[in-house]
């Protein structure tokens, strides 16, 4: 995080807008601001230090104690619109910002494997909202979050890795996420990984939770043991797929 100065700031108010006029010299708008200089939904850096964005105030009166400023962003490198509503507190005519909230809210740059991404996109989302959760510390929400992700991943993989059973995934009660871990992981070193996160995680459903903090610190990187898993036996099926063809071209 950065401090700039942003200049300009118009009232959202109307009504202060008028009175601005009057007994407000407008330059007096300036505010210290915290800027982080990335990008909050493609994580591409980029410089926050310009005034090519929008900034307004919800100042209604000379008197308040607290206002935000509303920054409207475009990010120069996915072209997509981004708000950063400053929160600020006024203490003895002194402007601070005491924190701030960013919209759309995104989780921290998540770096899931594209393959990955195309197998199970209802994965990726579940997880990157879990993690948007836990930024936002709703610890009562991301582990089942973490539960429901995972049930995706497990199931979306299963059906990519055994077509002929894709039927039977999608619709046979009996096809729980025990029962396809059981069946599609079973010889796999992600098995214990995936077993663990399934306690860790019906815990987080049941009205007597038993999961400590560092159980579900140890839930999320077992679900990262678990891509990894995946990412490399997608890896290797590519790899064994070369080695089919060559050799077929060798007889
Ligand atoms: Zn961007």
Redesign the pocket.
């Known amino acids: 995080m950065n401090i700039i100065k942003i200049n300009n700031v118009q009232p959202l108010n109307n009504d202060f807008r008028q009175r601005t006029n009057e007994d407000i010299v407008q330059n007096d708008l300036n505010f210290d601001v915290n800027v982080s200089d990335e990008?909050?939904?493609?994580?591409?850096g980029?410089d926050m230090s310009n005034d090519k964005w929008i900034n307004f105030h919800d100042i209604s009166s000379k008197t308040q104690e607290k206002f935000n400023i509303i920054s409207v962003h475009c990010?120069?490198?996915?072209?997509?619109g981004?708000v950063v509503i400053h929160h600020i507190k006024v203490n003895e005519n002194v402007c601070i910002e005491k924190s701030q909230s960013v919209y759309p809210a995104t989780a921290p740059n998540l770096q899931i494997d594209e393959d990955i991404r195309q197998i199970s996109p209802e994965f990726y989302e579940i997880y990157n909202q879990c993690l948007i959760a836990k930024k936002n510390n709703l610890n009562h929400i991301y582990g089942m979050g973490f539960r429901k992700a995972l049930e995706k991943l497990v199931k979306d993989y299963s059906i990519y890795s055994h077509r002929e059973d894709e039927k039977w995934i999608r619709t046979n009660r009996k096809a729980t996420l025990h029962k396809c871990i059981e069946k599609y992981f079973k010889d796999s070193d992600a098995k214990t990984a995936l077993m663990a996160c399934k306690w860790i995680g019906n815990n987080e459903t049941h009205y007597e939770n038993c999961n400590t903090d560092e159980d579900l610190e140890l839930f999320e990187g077992l679900i990262e043991d678990v891509l990894y898993y995946i990412h490399r036996e997608i890896r290797n099926k590519k790899a064994e797929s070369i080695n089919d063809m060559k050799g077929t071209k060798q007889l």
């Open positions: 990008c909050p939904i493609c994580h591409f980029i990010c120069p490198h996915c072209h997509n981004f």
